[in-house]
């Protein structure tokens, strides 16, 4: 499900807590309406806050570093393919079919990640990259090093390779979002019952609605950013694939 249809869901169940209290207030009986049972719906309704605005600060803090942590990934996978590639070219022309072929899976990886012509899939096909990283893998085993130098470019360009694989594995299982749908269930119990005993003490005026509104819509918006930067490859907030492009400019050369 896509961030905004989750947030908009959200926005849905917690305005309409609030238009329910709203709608069953007239209903209840006067003394339910006093000022100590006020009291006593303020002070239930003051600790639910406070836990749902913990958890909401807590997701917000998490799903940032998160996608900063991704985003540095990427930052450094780029690095990592341009080293690569440096190794091989160093190593000698016998490299040159791998250095082709690892050029190729770059920029199959690139426009799988981020097309050029909209959204990725939320799914990616892995059977093939997985199979051109293995031939290249095959191809620099295969390599005779008749120098110590290449000796050591051999060795340094395998451990290179294992580093690159990880990374790419790492950034496949990390796809997609590590927000459970149980958490945000009950995040959401939490909003519909602060919202709900807002419209059930506050007056029926348009001016309490249009503020309980606004407050759902400021609490839908805060969980449509946790779940964007959640998914930093998928939705309207995402990590650009400028340093991996810039990375495919300088393979080959």
């Not at 930052?75 to 341009?82: H, P, R, S």
């Not at 997985?130 to 090093?145: C, F, N, Q, W």
């Amino acid at each position: 499900m896509s961030s905004l249809a989750i947030a908009a869901i959200v926005f849905g169940f917690v305005s309409g807590g609030a238009i329910l209290g709203q709608v069953l207030r007239p209903a209840l009986p006067p003394d339910h309406l006093s000022e100590e049972s006020r009291d006593a719906v303020k002070l239930a309704t003051g600790v639910i806050a406070t836990l749902a605005a913990l958890v909401l600060g807590l997701l917000v803090a998490s799903a940032k570093g998160s996608f900063d942590a991704k985003r540095a990934a990427v930052e450094t996978l780029a690095a990592d393919v341009i080293a690569f590639d440096r190794l091989l070219a160093r190593y000698g022309s016998e490299t040159r079919e791998a250095r082709d072929l690892f050029g190729k899976t770059v920029a199959a990886r690139i426009a799988e990640t981020w097309p050029e012509g909209g959204p990725v899939s939320p799914v990616l096909d892995t059977t093939w990259g997985t199979r051109m990283v293995e031939d290249i893998e095959h191809r620099l085993g295969e390599l005779s090093p008749r120098t110590p130098e290449q000796t050591w470019l051999r060795q340094q360009a395998l451990e290179k390779g294992a580093d690159l694989a990880h990374s790419r594995w790492t950034l496949l299982v990390r796809w997609d979002t590590s927000v459970q749908t149980p958490f945000l269930a009950v995040l959401g119990f939490w909003l519909f019952c602060i919202f709900f005993c807002a419209g059930i003490i506050g007056p029926r005026n348009g001016t309490v609605v249009a503020a309980l509104l606004l407050a759902a819509l400021s609490v839908s918006a805060t969980i449509f950013l946790i779940m964007e930067l959640d998914r930093p490859y998928q939705g309207l907030i995402h990590i650009s694939g400028a340093p991996m492009r810039a990375a495919l400019t300088q393979l080959g050369r």
